[in-house]
């Protein structure tokens, strides 16, 4: 069964300096990688995602990511943070050959940008 | 403009009702699922559905029902089964054979005391 990692529960980060939100995984065969943020009482709202292709990964709101498969990692990446960047974010995985391509999750990993 | 709702934002209930939770999506999604959220827990997967009349109980089903009578509708009833049902529920949508991705709703938070 895959599993999912987040390593920081939480991460205090000043504004304008960079973020790294570190994912691993665990998996017996290949799997499709996601990254979402959710802000306050809201729902999900998908970041960026790896299929297949080039290990790094661009998204929205200049966010990017770094498939490693041998470090089974997918750690997500801000060079340059805003306050509105102050939510929690999920890594999420899905084996490629499930059914239904059922996503786990990972723990999450609250962003507190300060001024 | 396309999207999933989820009805009503917040829900208060008493011990020992069963009570069910909306969503409905008109994206033309094949897909949908059901998730709780607890704090730091991450999102766990209740029951998902890949076509109208079949789903699937994902890791935690105990306690809970759905139906899929319509492509664009998958409702989640908490029966007074379910031990702990205070949580955050999330209902999300995929389009197979395009996609790979989930498509979230604004979720429901159910208060149960």
């Known amino acids: 069964a895959q599993s999912v990692t987040q390593l920081d529960s939480q991460v205090p980060v000043f504004e304008e300096a960079p973020v790294e939100l570190r994912c691993n995984y665990s998996?017996?065969?290949?799997?499709?990688l996601f990254w979402y943020v959710q802000y306050p009482n809201q729902g999900l709202q998908l970041l960026l995602k790896?299929?297949?292709?080039?290990?790094l990964v661009k998204g929205i709101n200049g966010f990017e990511a770094e498939f490693n498969k041998s470090q089974t990692s997918f750690h997500l990446r801000k060079p340059s943070v805003h306050i509105s960047d102050t939510a929690e974010y999920f890594c999420?995985?899905?084996?490629?050959?499930?059914?239904?391509?059922?996503?786990?999750f990972g723990g999450g990993t609250r962003v507190l940008v300060k001024p | 403009d396309g999207g999933i709702t989820q009805s009503p934002k917040y829900l208060f209930r008493k011990e020992g009702q069963n009570v069910t939770l909306s969503c409905e999506q008109n994206l033309n999604h094949d897909a949908m699922y059901w998730y709780r959220q607890d704090p730091g827990q991450g999102l766990r997967l209740i029951y998902y559905?890949?076509?109208?009349?079949?789903?699937q109980k994902g890791d935690i089903a105990e306690g809970y029902s759905v139906s899929r009578e319509k492509k664009e509708s998958f409702p989640l009833t908490v029966t007074s089964a379910q031990k702990n049902p205070t949580a955050f529920y999330l209902c999300a949508s995929r389009r197979k054979s395009v996609s790979y991705e989930q498509y979230f709703g604004p979720g429901t938070r159910l208060t149960v005391t």
């Open positions: 998996s017996s065969v290949s799997v499709y």
């Open positions: 559905s890949q076509i109208v009349n079949d789903f």
């Open positions: 999420a995985v899905s084996e490629r050959e499930a059914a239904g391509n059922k996503l786990t």
């Open positions: 790896y299929l297949s292709g080039s290990t």
